[in-house]
């Protein structure tokens, strides 16, 4: 019985156009002897290299009965006998077999190919399935480098049949992977559009679209000596590039949304479990079932046409399959969600109506649906007796402001996070005393943030983390040393900074640990009071933090960070903590155009 031989080559040289083409757009080649091959891109294929998915079709161009040369049978499939080839912009030819299966048991009958007269034999195949194991090869781990950056790439096959046998052609297409660019996507004029920090890691979104990140295990990053983050400073997310319009990030993950209305996401292992990878961070997947999402809120969740909210998980319950990510449509949401809390592990989300569903970790009660267990689906927040205006979700607890200016909390209160002046935990809301006229409600790890109607802010909670410090409030205490009202919160995992409006638009306060200067405050301790940040050029338009740093953007255009930098966490090529910002080393001009 013979072996899939490869004696005899039938090549179809394939270059893909810039839009995937429709499966019936086949570059075919002349016939011979009757039978021609073609090479066709499928039209559900996406723009990476893990989605590219192709067709090879042979066809009898006779109204006779006509063969390809090629014993198969139903362990080996005729597409056995074909090689695909890939050369890159570089000039670097790969070669890799399709369907590689040898039936050496000789149990069973193989025969010719037969087709009948006009007949199209078709077989569908992934390129991640063709070049599997890209870490067990070194071939195939350059040639996956190669086709990160967007550029067109050639494809065309060989077809193996028995010795001597006829060698076909087919004719030439061109593709070219990676997102299309588009025309600034991000309105505005400044160069970084959105930042966004989680972990030990950053990622800021440019104005042509292209997110560029940094710090311990930033998304991109190999985990190879040659891509060491921590020395080399930011680097861009070449198949993102230019496609970009909203950027978020949870855990050292970064998962964008795109101007077609895609999801992509990068870092951690994700990469691993979609291609094999199996190197930390790396290459971007795409959030499958996911189609015209119309705005990002956080790093699981996006809202999509019709106004109902989709939602993935990135490291779980439930964890990514080995297939990718997959997004869940929350049926429950219409009339449409305004607002999306995400917490250690678990998410609340704001209908319009006011109605408060939570799903995902309840080891201490923080869906508030009286118990402990975890709700895998969205649940109902039934115990808040009027609407809900703002949720925030904290680690492990969750408050709400509700339609009379009253404020509900529930959850973990180690530290007084839920304001109630005690330490036990709740399972269902309770309505923290001395809090009326509330808008506006921010939560972190074991912290609280509200903004009342007159503009003032109150916090309570783990505010500093150096029990037995005054800063420790477990009852809401006034921020009174900010003096202008507060546009934007944002937490660290010990200190807490915020962005201030009206009068003193632009300015930037933090308080808490700055041991490392998360806090920016000249003095390397604890601080219990807000401090003025100083050295920011122009005034600051967004604030985001990672658990020891802290990220800015100004009016002058460019990305700032301050804190710890000993893994590349503020964006330079040093390793160096520092409380006094310093400015990123994005592809950025000093003046905004």
């Given amino acids: 019985m013979p072996r899939a031989c490869v004696s005899c080559l039938l090549a179809t040289l394939i270059m893909l156009i810039a839009s995937p083409a429709l499966a019936e757009e086949v570059a075919w080649g002349n016939p011979v002897k009757g039978v021609r091959l073609g090479l066709a891109i499928v039209p559900s294929s996406g723009p990476l290299p893990t989605e590219l998915e192709l067709e090879i079709l042979a066809h009898n161009t006779t109204s006779a009965p006509q063969q390809l040369p090629a014993q198969a049978c139903g362990t080996v499939r005729w597409t056995s006998f074909t090689l695909l080839h890939l050369r890159t912009a570089n000039g670097r030819v790969f070669s890799y077999p399709i369907g590689d299966q040898a039936d050496v048991a000789n149990v069973h009958p193989h025969g010719p190919v037969n087709l009948a007269p006009g007949e199209t034999l078709r077989e569908r195949f992934s390129l991640k399935h063709v070049v599997r194991k890209p870490t067990e090869n070194d071939g195939d781990a350059e040639l996956w480098t190669l086709l990160e950056t967007p550029r067109q790439v050639e494809l065309w096959g060989e077809f193996v049949g028995g010795s001597g046998g006829p060698r076909l052609r087919s004719g030439h297409l061109k593709h070219r992977l990676g997102l ?76 964008v949304r795109t101007s077609t209305g895609a999801g992509y996401c990068a870092g951690g292992n994700l990469d691993s479990s979609e291609a094999a990878y199996g190197e930390p961070g790396g290459h971007p997947v795409r959030v499958q079932r996911l189609e015209g999402a119309t705005e990002l809120e956080g790093a699981q969740c996006a809202r999509v046409t019709g106004g109902s909210l989709a939602c993935w998980s990135l490291l779980g319950p439930p964890p990514p399959t080995p297939e990718g990510l997959f997004a869940t449509r929350w049926e429950e949401s219409a009339p449409g ?99 009326s006229e509330v808008v506006r409600v921010a939560a972190g790890y074991q912290k609280t943030c509200a903004w009342k109607k007159d503009g003032s802010l109150w916090c309570f909670g783990d505010l500093l983390m150096e029990a037995p410090s005054p800063s420790l409030a477990r009852v809401p205490v006034e921020m009174k040393a900010l003096d202008h009202p507060v546009e934007e919160v944002v937490f660290g995992f010990r200190h807490t900074c915020v962005r201030t409006g009206g009068g003193g638009a632009g300015k930037v306060f933090c308080w808490g640990e700055n041991t490392e200067g998360q806090s920016g405050g000249s003095e390397l301790r604890a601080q219990a009071s807000p401090v003025r940040v100083s ?23 460019s990305a700032w960070c301050w804190g710890r930098g000993t893994e590349g966490q503020l964006g330079t090529k040093r390793k160096d903590s520092s409380a006094r910002p310093v400015r990123v080393r994005l592809p950025c001009p000093r003046v905004a155009p």
């Fill in 535 to 557: 050295g920011l050029t122009g005034q600051v338009v967004a604030l985001t933090a990672g658990d020891a740093f802290t990220c800015a953007i100004t009016t002058e255009g």
């Fill in 180 to 255: 299309p660019p588009t025309k600034e996507p991000v309105r505005g004029g400044r160069c970084v559009s959105r930042i966004a920090a989680g972990g030990s890691s950053a990622c800021a979104l440019l104005r042509d679209g292209t997110p560029w990140c940094w710090g311990a295990n930033p998304p991109g990053a190999h985990g190879t000596e040659e891509n060491d983050q921590d020395t080399r400073g930011p680097s861009p997310l070449p198949l993102l590039a230019g496609s970009a319009v909203e950027l978020g990030m949870e855990h050292d993950i970064a998962c």
């Fill in 337 to 435: 969600v305004v607002q999306v809390a995400r917490g250690g592990g678990f998410t609340c989300a704001l209908r319009r109506d006011g109605a408060l569903w939570c799903w995902g970790a309840n080891e201490s009660g923080q869906l508030g649906t009286g118990d402990d267990t975890p709700h895998p689906g969205p649940t109902r927040v039934s115990k808040l007796p009027l609407e809900v205006v703002s949720v925030a979700a904290g680690t492990s607890h969750a408050c709400a402001a509700l339609r009379d200016g009253s404020l509900w909390c529930w959850g973990r209160s180690e530290y007084g996070a839920l304001g109630l002046g005690e330490a036990h935990s709740r399972s269902v809301p309770a309505p923290i005393p001395g809090m």
